[in-house]
C-alpha cells in the first residue's frame, strides 16, 4: 500500500484513503523529514505536475481526434509515450507524475503510467 502520494503544488501528502494511523505516520514523516519544507524541491515537483497535466490534456483531446485523423492518432501515440517516460522508476520525481494520472481520476489513463 502507498502511504506518501503529492498534490499540485509538490507538497508531500498522506495517499487518499489510508487508514487514520498511516495518515498520522505519514504527516507526522513529512514534517520531521521537512520534505515540504524544501521550496526548490517543492517547485520542481509542481513543473513534473503541470508538466504531466498538460500531456494529459493533449492526450485526451487527441483521443477524442483519434478516430477520424491519422495525426491525431500518431499524436495519441507520441504522448502516451511521453507520459509513460515521465513514470518510468529512473525518471526525476515520477511519483509526482504519477500521482497526477491518479487524481486525474479517469481510469482509461491509468495505463499511462509505467
Not at 487518499?16 to 514523516?29: E, I, L, M, Q, S
Not at 497535466?53 to 485526451?60: E, G, M, V
Request: net charge positive; charged share 30%.
Amino acid at each position: 500500500m502507498t502511504l506518501l502520494a503529492f498534490d499540485e503544488e509538490g507538497k508531500a501528502v498522506p495517499a487518499p484513503g489510508v487508514p487514520r494511523w498511516d495518515y498520522v505516520r505519514v504527516k507526522r514523516t513529512v514534517e520531521r523529514l521537512k520534505l515540504t519544507e524544501h521550496q526548490a524541491l517543492a517547485e520542481e515537483r509542481r513543473k513534473v505536475w503541470q508538466k504531466t497535466a498538460k500531456l494529459l490534456d493533449r492526450y485526451q483531446k487527441a483521443l477524442s481526434k483519434a478516430s477520424t485523423s491519422a495525426a491525431a492518432r500518431q499524436d495519441v501515440k507520441t504522448t502516451a509515450s511521453e507520459i509513460a517516460s515521465l513514470t518510468k522508476p529512473e525518471s526525476e520525481l515520477s511519483a509526482v507524475a504519477k500521482w497526477c494520472i491518479r487524481y486525474s481520476n479517469k481510469p482509461a489513463l491509468q495505463r499511462l503510467i509505467a
